[in-house]
C-alpha cells in the first residue's frame, strides 16, 4: 500500500484536506506511514535527554494517552507529519550522474531520533518521498512540501540507492516543525477528544504552514535577476 500515490493533478489547500483531488488510496498510504511516524515519537517521548526533548517532552503526556483510535485520527493529516530535508535541494544533490549513494548533502546534522526503530520509519519516508518524487511532483510538492528542485534531485536515484541513503543518512529525519510545540499540542488534543471540528482546524493550520514554506522554498529556488 505504501507506494500506492498517484494523483490527478493540482489542489487548493481545502482540496488536499478533503482528498478530493487524489485517487483512491493515496491518502490511506499517507495515513499509514504517518501513524508509523506517530508510534516513532511516542516511542521517542519516552526516552530522556536526546534532542527531541525541546519538542517532546513539553508534551510527553499526550504522547502516553494517545490511544489508537486517536493516533489514528492524528495520523489522519493531509501531509507527512516527519520531514527529512526534502525543502533543501542541496541535502539531495549529487556531484555525479548517476547519483552515487551517500553524495548528497555532506553536512552532519544532530540526530533526532535514538531509538532503534528510527531506521526502518526513515527507509519508508525515504522510499516514499522518491517514488511521489518520480510519479506525481505536485503530491511530492503539496504532501511533503518538496519543491521542484528537490522532487527532480531525487527522482534521480534508483531504488536500491534510495534506500541505501536512508540506511546511511537517519539522522536527516525529524518532525515537522519541531519548534511549535503549540502546532503539536493541538494536534494530538484535537486527536485525543475525536472532535471533528478541532481535527480539521488542527489539520488545515498545519497545512496552511506547510504551503507558506513551500512557497518560500520555490521563492529561494529562483534564479536572480541580473542587475542593470
Not at 547519483?99 to 519516508?125: E, I, K, M, N, S
Request: charged letters at 20%; hydrophobic letters at 50%; glycine letters at 8%.
Amino acid at each position: 500500500m505504501l507506494l500506492h500515490c498517484e494523483t490527478d493533478g493540482a489542489a487548493t489547500d481545502e482540496g488536499v484536506l478533503r482528498g478530493n483531488w487524489l485517487r483512491a488510496g493515496t491518502l490511506d498510504t499517507l495515513t499509514e506511514l504517518n501513524e508509523l511516524c506517530l508510534a516513532l515519537l511516542a516511542e521517542q517521548a519516552a526516552v530522556g535527554g536526546s534532542a527531541a526533548s525541546a519538542l517532546l517532552l513539553p508534551i510527553a503526556e499526550l504522547w502516553r494517552d494517545l490511544d489508537g483510535a486517536a493516533r489514528r485520527r492524528a495520523a489522519g493529516c493531509p501531509y507527512l507529519l516527519l520531514d527529512a530535508g526534502f525543502a533543501d535541494p542541496d541535502r539531495w544533490r549529487a556531484p555525479a550522474a548517476p547519483p552515487q549513494v551517500g553524495d548528497g548533502g555532506t553536512a552532519r546534522y544532530a540526530c533526532y531520533f535514538t531509538v532503534p526503530a528510527a531506521v526502518g520509519v526513515a527507509r519508508l519516508v525515504f522510499i516514499y518521498a522518491w517514488h511521489l518524487a518520480r510519479s506525481q511532483a505536485a503530491a511530492a510538492r503539496l504532501l511533503l512540501g518538496m519543491p521542484a528542485p528537490s522532487a527532480a534531485l531525487i527522482s534521480q536515484y534508483t531504488l536500491r540507492q534510495i534506500q541505501t541513503l536512508s540506511e546511511n543518512h537517519p539522522e536527516w529525519l525529524r518532525p515537522r516543525w519541531p519548534a511549535r510545540v503549540q502546532v503539536w499540542r493541538e494536534l494530538l488534543l484535537a486527536a485525543d477528544s475525536g472532535d471533528p471540528a478541532l481535527l480539521e482546524r488542527a489539520r488545515l493550520r498545519g497545512l496552511t504552514l506547510l504551503a507558506a514554506e513551500a512557497r518560500l522554498a520555490s521563492t529561494n529556488a529562483l534564479p536572480m535577476s541580473p542587475r542593470r
